[in-house]
């Protein structure tokens, strides 16, 4: 009763159609490490949530941010030795080009700055992405995002079929020609970019592609598509807001399924719940866009989220989380692989480290999406203690991608109740 | 010798032409609420931060931050009592039709929801600014400021002469005909926008046009402007990140220049340095915007972001800082209006509340800007211990903003050592 009258109250204070996850949905009110704790003391393994990446309520984060804010917190016109250090680490992760770094504050403000430095650098337009791409809410950073995509008002945008093994293109192909056949639709929104006078400032793709469901992508795709761009005279945006920070086992996505990007992204879980988020490139092509842009950002590059994102890395570093995600991914991954054969409803299982997805399919032979399943599974693991959701471009993928604190011991749990929720659901 | 090698890093870190304030820049290392502290221990009174509304490291609000971080930080899209809270708290602040409210992280990206807003609820496309406003950074809301105008890219944006009685759009005029001829300016600049299509969608304006210089306004404009851009079918947006949060005396610009927005958009001292920002509307605009918009923002609408607002509107009505904003702010704008007739730089002196302009000239005939002249002062006034920037469509003006914990004690130091500015300055 009390969390209707409260889903009441938000329906007007935050207008209706806010976005809740699950059928009754959760009212959290504390976390420790991967547990969230409902208002009912109930505990749930949290395998959603990216952004508290070194555990919720890090004391480590916590304390740094506390005794930050309670020593000084004032914008980036001062010099401050912390913003400079937190910015000399942050490129250092990255390989060899990566030079100089743009804060902000949402994975928006991060792929607005990549697209306008993109622009700038190239003296190009045209952009292209993924058919089930998201990459932020702003009216530029949201004509890439799938959901809103609307083909009058795109001027200057264009989606390519994203990269996929299990829903291929074309049937019969070798894995050669499929990614030939991925690489010629590319190659046809490049060209159709041009008929409206718009030659390619940037791609823009998530490197592990995670909305698109994390898909399997053929051999070579992901350098063969980078020196088409090149070619073409655009640069390559690696969006790293859900696959960087350690999330495949590497510090990059880009790492993981292997090219090097010209200008990188990443948001969330740089700030543990900070709003936090960064653009980073050559240093030219940051001078160029300072040059250009006069870009100030008020409540970016301050000693707060210095701060904050040093003891992120820090806590990283400490908890060896890097390979605790390598780890415990790979064997979460393989134990969900072993049960394809075990469960009809399972049509395939792909995992890059701790981002792992589970596709749910009514046939094995048509491989037909089952949305309803998809979402019956989350409500049930929820139930259960374990709360994930779910994604891709048909909404029948499994999402897992929890706080990198992840453990074995959590895998085992979770799997106990996965197969519960799977005997009871698999038809 | 070690600031020379920090700002060399920093241009390396954070590229090349990321902006710093005075011709010697200043490392700020503790602040304690009106005060800035640099490395070499020295004192400042801070003039110029609005984001620190509170005070630089308010106790209140370090507890709260602190206390919320290491309960729980998790995204909006599970039940929080709080944010829900905090909203109704926010738009019970604003005028009776304001009863929903979108949270984001920068001003920029409350800017971007209530123009996407406002072009979903009128179902048009055009938007009107002033020709010296600056609205934030993204490709959209960056269209709207006059440092990024141009006009090849800027579809569905024009720009009209922002208010002002000291540089009048003619002369001789009585205030009823130049309020006549500057909305006359604002038909001009709508009637172009349906050459090419698109009808007006909304007026985005600071409510005291706090980046044109807080000149003063012809009797009416306010209310005027805001019948035609109704007439036109268009919102009006009052863009509040400068002017609201009690800086001008009353909780909101528009009460002090007297008009009844559609939209309030606010952001810098929400969160007293952490990213917080609002847009808030009729809560069927709201709900229009999220049918629409499927809007989601991850760090945003965070038990976080509820837990600080709440701590920095609890410090404001105890420190009862709208009082003080107004009697504080009156008495130094006459004061330093008074000052208008001991030295010929002195142009103008304009103030609402904490927020006041002074006008640097070569001449008081011609009114001609002094830009090197507020540099200077600026630079003098910082030597002496009283930090504060220039603004204003020519550069010219003194901007004076302090953290609304500004004091009467505050007031007559900085009088003293402005005028000693001026002695040395004023030819």
Redesign the interface.
Same mark, same amino acid.
């Given at each position: 009763m009390a969390?209707d009258s409260?889903?009441r !109250?938000?329906d007007?204070?935050?207008?209706?159609?806010?976005?809740?996850?699950y059928d009754t949905?959760?009212?959290? %009110? !504390?976390?420790e490490g991967v547990y969230?704790?409902d208002n009912d003391g109930r505990r749930y393994v949290d395998m959603y949530?990216n952004?508290?990446c070194v555990g *919720?309520?890090n004391?480590a %984060?916590?304390h740094a941010?506390?005794e930050q804010?309670?020593? %000084?917190?004032? *914008?980036? !016109?001062?010099? *401050?030795?912390s913003?400079?250090t937190f910015?000399?680490r942050f490129?250092g992760l990255n390989h060899d080009d990566i030079?100089?770094?743009?804060?902000?504050?949402?994975?928006?403000?991060a792929n607005?700055v990549a697209?306008?430095m993109a622009r700038i650098v190239t003296g190009n337009h045209g952009l292209i992405c993924t058919d089930a791409a998201y990459h932020g809410?702003?009216?530029?950073v949201?004509s890439l995002s799938y959901?809103?995509i609307d083909p009058l008002k795109s001027r200057g945008v264009r989606a390519f079929p994203y990269p996929d093994c299990y829903r291929p293109l074309a049937e019969g192909l070798s894995d050669g020609e499929l990614c030939e056949a991925y690489l010629a639709r590319v190659e046809t929104a490049i060209d159709s970019l041009k008929t409206e006078g718009a030659d390619l400032a940037a791609l823009i793709m998530c490197p592990i592609f995670a909305n698109e469901g994390v898909p399997d992508i053929p051999s070579g795709f992901m350098t063969d598509i980078t020196n088409l761009v090149h070619r073409e005279g655009g640069l390559v945006i690696s969006d790293e807001v859900q696959s960087g920070y350690g999330r495949t086992g590497c510090w990059w996505g880009y790492e993981t399924t292997g090219f090097r990007p010209d200008i990188i992204v990443t948001?969330?879980p740089m700030?543990n719940?900070?709003?936090l988020a960064a653009t980073a490139a050559r240093?030219d092509f940051?001078?160029a866009? !300072?040059?250009k842009?006069?870009?100030?950002?008020?409540?970016?590059?301050?000693p707060?989220q210095a701060a904050v994102g040093m003891a992120v890395l820090d806590e990283i570093e400490r908890l060896d989380l890097l390979r605790n995600a390598a780890e415990v991914g790979t064997r979460l991954t393989r134990e969900l692989k072993s049960r394809i054969d075990l469960y009809s409803a399972i049509g395939d299982v792909r995992g890059c480290g701790l981002f792992i997805s589970v596709e749910m399919i009514k046939d094995s032979d048509t491989r037909e999406p089952d949305v309803t399943l998809t979402s019956s599974l989350s409500d049930c693991l929820k139930d259960k203690g374990f709360l994930v959701s779910h994604s891709g471009k048909f909404d029948n993928v499994l999402k897992i991608r929890p706080p990198l604190v992840f453990s074995h011991a959590n895998t085992d749990d979770f799997l106990v109740a996965f197969d519960a929720c799977m005997r009871d659901l698999d038809g």
């Open positions: 969390k409260l889903q !109250r938000r007007i204070a935050l207008g209706f159609g806010a976005e809740l996850f949905p959760l009212e959290i %009110v !504390r976390g969230l704790y949530n952004v508290p *919720h309520a004391p %984060v916590v941010m506390a804010q309670a020593t %000084v917190n004032v *914008h980036g !016109r001062y010099l *401050h030795e913003i400079v910015a000399e490129t030079e100089s770094v743009v804060f902000s504050c949402s994975g928006t403000e607005e697209i306008q809410n702003s009216e530029l949201g959901l809103w948001g969330k700030g719940g900070l709003p240093k940051v001078d866009f !300072r040059s842009k006069d870009y100030f950002n008020t409540c970016a590059s301050t707060l």
